[in-house]
């Protein structure tokens, strides 16, 4: 039942000046009458209104209480939120009178999911409302508070109209062959479109999964020979001897994980176990996790070291990451600098050429804070589905599949769009299919 009146503390448990405890749901405002001492009827909605918290015909805290009405409040519910002083024990107390006046206490996430279902905020909304309470930079608050807008359905709503336009032509000509007013759609309509649509996902993938970088940091594992300076090279990115350093080749034999924010941009880097052929257990183990970590990495650094002669080895390293995004770097070149490519020194700190790689990196990607953009990996997977299934449709009308069986796969690649957002596909066909073609008249 959604009408049930719920109530959390909203605010940290925790010592502090004020609290609020909030209450939404049809009993809101009669459990709020119980337990305040003035007469709520004789205020307006969003007032603050001051009074008192009775219990037992004791005062327990001076407050103010506001009134938010159905239709205006966040949930979209009757809601009342009480300011009450902040210790831990006075909200407790607030919050347990309203349970004992009927409300229930609200699940995690319940007001935001009340807010959803009762169609205040759409679930990118929802989600931006989680990523704006855990930002931690300020491009990630720029674009949580962009999110909350509603920019996600700005970028999404213009090609599912466009899709479920395609839908319903393509139904109408099926159902109602006699309904003339309708353009006949056939695969040389088709064809164009879903081009279109697939590029359209593609540059929306491709955006996405540059501005995270900017936003969330980028994932880098640096690998290599052992002894390489791999180790040296994470330590002179934190600044600080995270690592175990030694010349003696494989002294890493674990993953060792650490994140470093530079001028512009975040890095979670991994320190790897040096790659060769192991016949200790521990280093083999160590060895495969390096692998792994080559799988998991946004961009993965080669290191190799300058004093050396290039080996087979380090071909051989090549070939595992060449398909990756990856970096060749050039370490201890304060021994050979007479190499071709980026030259670093990590004992000595001499990282400089590294770092502006970094920034930079960042840099050219941070213009998309202007932009729409979809804002995390739910979002983007059920991009690359929709386009997956449009390149399906797009694959069989080139093979002449009939339009009639092209139309349920048109519905997924719909429907997988619509759920960034939560939409309900099939009320959004009904509603189409009635508002643009009049049928039934
Ligand atoms: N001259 C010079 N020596 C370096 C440099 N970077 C690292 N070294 C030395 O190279 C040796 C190996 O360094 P590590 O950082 O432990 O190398 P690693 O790649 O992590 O080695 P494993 O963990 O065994 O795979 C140490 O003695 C370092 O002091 C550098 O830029 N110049
Ligand atoms: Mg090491």
Redesign the pocket.
């Known amino acids: 039942m959604l009408s049930d009146t719920i109530v959390a503390i909203s605010t940290a448990l925790n010592n502090s000046a004020i609290a609020i405890v909030r209450l939404s749901g049809d009993e809101a405002f009669d459990i709020a009458q119980e337990i305040f001492d003035r007469d709520l009827s004789k205020h307006k909605v969003n007032e603050m209104i001051y009074g008192h918290i009775v219990k037992d015909g004791q005062i327990l805290d001076e407050v103010y209480l506001v009134k938010f009405s159905k239709g205006r409040s966040f949930t979209y519910e009757d809601m009342v939120e009480i300011n009450c002083h902040g210790g831990v024990y006075i909200t407790r107390e607030v919050l347990n009178l309203c349970l004992s006046k009927g409300a229930r206490l609200a699940l995690r996430g319940e007001f935001s999911k009340r807010a959803y279902l009762n169609g205040r905020i759409d679930l990118a909304q929802a989600e931006s409302i989680n990523d704006i309470i855990n930002a931690q930079n300020s491009i990630q608050a720029k674009s949580a508070i962009k999110g909350i807008s509603g920019s996600i359905a700005k970028l999404i709503d213009p090609l599912l109209e466009k899709i479920m336009a395609m839908i319903g032509m393509i139904e109408v000509n099926i159902d109602y062959p006699e309904y003339d007013d309708v353009t006949i759609i056939t695969h040389e309509h088709l064809v164009p479109e879903v081009q279109k649509w697939i590029k359209e996902l593609e540059v929306m993938i491709q955006k996405a999964e540059r501005f995270r970088i900017v936003k969330d940091g980028l994932k880098v594992a640096i690998i290599?020979k052992?002894?390489?300076?791999?180790?040296?090279?994470l330590n002179a990115l934190l600044k600080k001897d995270k690592?175990i350093?030694?010349?003696?080749?494989?002294?890493?034999r674990d993953l060792v994980e650490d994140s470093v924010v530079l001028d512009n941009i975040t890095l979670h880097l991994i320190?790897t176990?040096?790659i060769r052929e192991a016949s200790d257990v521990v280093e083999k183990i160590g060895i495969e996790r390096s692998l792994k970590a080559i799988e998991e990495a946004d961009l993965v650094i080669l290191?190799i070291d300058a004093?050396r002669p290039r080996d087979d080895e380090d071909q051989r390293l090549y070939e595992l990451v060449k398909d990756k995004k990856h970096l060749v770097v050039f370490?201890?070149t304060?021994?050979n600098g007479q190499v071709k490519g980026m030259k670093?020194?990590?004992?000595?700190g001499e990282i400089d050429e590294l770092l502006d790689y970094f920034n930079n990196l960042c840099l050219s990607n941070l213009s998309l804070i202007d932009e729409d953009i979809l804002n995390n990996e739910r979002q983007i997977a059920l991009a690359r589905s929709s386009r997956d299934t449009l390149k399906e449709v797009l694959k069989a009308a080139l093979n002449g599949v009939d339009l009639d069986l092209l139309s349920s796969d048109l519905y997924t690649a719909y429907h997988d769009l619509s759920m960034i957002v939560g939409k309900d596909y099939e009320d959004d066909l009904i509603d189409h299919l009635f508002k643009n073609f009049c049928l039934g008249k």
Request: neutral net charge.
């Open positions: 290599g052992p002894n390489v300076g791999k180790s040296s090279l690592a350093v030694t010349e003696i080749a494989g002294t890493t320190d176990a040096g290191l004093s370490n201890k304060d021994l670093i020194a990590a004992q000595k």
